[in-house]
């Protein structure tokens, strides 16, 4: 790593990673561009994470948590510690094209009215440790029922995603943030306490890069993706293959009980903290047809889902203190305006 002052600052939030990290840091050191700060903060893992990373590489720096705090506090400790013009925020289970920091930041540097950008994310299949061609994600859609998808998850990529594209929000797996912009949507309500949310920490994990990626329309801000750089992902947490009930259950049968459950609450309340009122009254149709598929397939299959419910109402309160926070500091569009993404 470059001890030249950094340009952009890596922060990755480990947890039971030692079977990924061997890949995951060698392709950091591969980068063409070394002018980037790495610092890795372990979420209490209980395998030989900590170990390995000490004997192999004692020159990168090292928080070490007990236990696991949460994917978005431990990356806002990472934001709050380091001082760079950009950010990465990055997932154990990725590994970066050589020139992906080099072709990304060539573009940041280009274009200042982009907040956040992603690459063309590929499927790494990392029991073959095989680079694929089938999409991981493009970015993240929204339909009209307010679902959130990662765009052309599971099509093939046979060159006809060549073209730079503004996005809703990149996909939590590797985003690189602009600092001066994110700042701008920051949650800074407890200024008293000096604590500074830009990931929800109410959340925890899960779809607290959806939650960002609303702030940041809010705010009127640019993502994009670019496809100039690319990177592979072995996602721990699989959307369904279609959207038909027999894969919805099977993708769902996988999953650990308080991912379903974080997930289920998250999003209830990332809509209640950044979605327009007027915006849930005209889509008040596939949304409650959608919610209401969910519930009836939670009570059918998995009910201890419903733990998220209890969850969202024990938050409820303070959500909506930040949703006050929200359109007072950060929004600066109208309804129509965020609506025009839904698909």
């Not at 009209?144 to 093939?156: L, M, R, S, Y």
Request: proline share 3%; net charge positive.
């Amino acid at each position: 790593m470059s001890l030249k002052p950094a340009k952009l600052a890596v922060n990755l939030v480990t947890h039971n990673a030692e079977k990924y990290l061997p890949f995951c840091l060698n392709s950091l050191s591969e980068q063409s561009r070394q002018d980037f700060s790495l610092l890795i903060i372990d979420n209490g893992s209980n395998d030989e994470t900590v170990r390995y990373l000490k004997e192999n590489y004692p020159q990168i720096k090292l928080v070490v948590h007990p236990q696991n705090i949460g994917f978005a506090r431990a990356h806002n400790q990472g934001i709050a510690w380091s001082n760079s013009q950009y950010l990465m925020l990055l997932n154990q289970d990725v590994i970066l094209d050589k020139n992906y920091f080099a072709k990304a930041i060539d573009y940041l540097d280009s274009h200042p009215d982009v907040a956040a950008l992603t690459g063309k994310i590929l499927v790494w299949d990392f029991e073959n440790n095989q680079r694929t061609s089938t999409i991981d994600s493009l970015g993240l859609k929204v339909y009209k029922n307010h679902q959130v998808a990662d765009a052309h998850q599971g099509e093939k990529d046979a060159g006809q995603f060549a073209e730079v594209k503004e996005i809703f929000g990149p996909s939590g797996a590797m985003p690189i943030y602009r600092r001066s912009l994110l700042e701008k949507v920051k949650i800074d309500f407890q200024a008293a306490m000096r604590h500074q949310e830009y990931f929800d920490e109410d959340f925890f994990s899960y779809k607290e890069d959806v939650d960002l990626a609303f702030r940041m329309r809010l705010a009127d801000l640019k993502s994009v993706y670019f496809p100039g750089c690319a990177a592979y992902h072995d996602r721990s947490v699989k959307g369904p293959i279609n959207y038909s009930s027999r894969a919805i259950k099977k993708s769902r049968q996988d999953r650990d009980r308080a991912v379903k459950m974080y997930s289920y609450k998250n999003h209830l309340l990332l809509l209640l903290k950044n979605e327009f009122f007027v915006n849930l009254l005209r889509y008040f149709f596939p949304i409650f047809w959608y919610e209401f598929k969910k519930i009836a397939f939670i009570l059918l299959f998995e009910p201890s889902t419903f733990r998220g419910l209890s969850l969202f109402f024990k938050q409820k309160s303070k959500i909506l203190k930040k949703r006050r926070y929200i359109k007072k500091n950060i929004c600066k569009i109208k309804a129509k305006q965020l609506a025009i993404w839904y698909q």
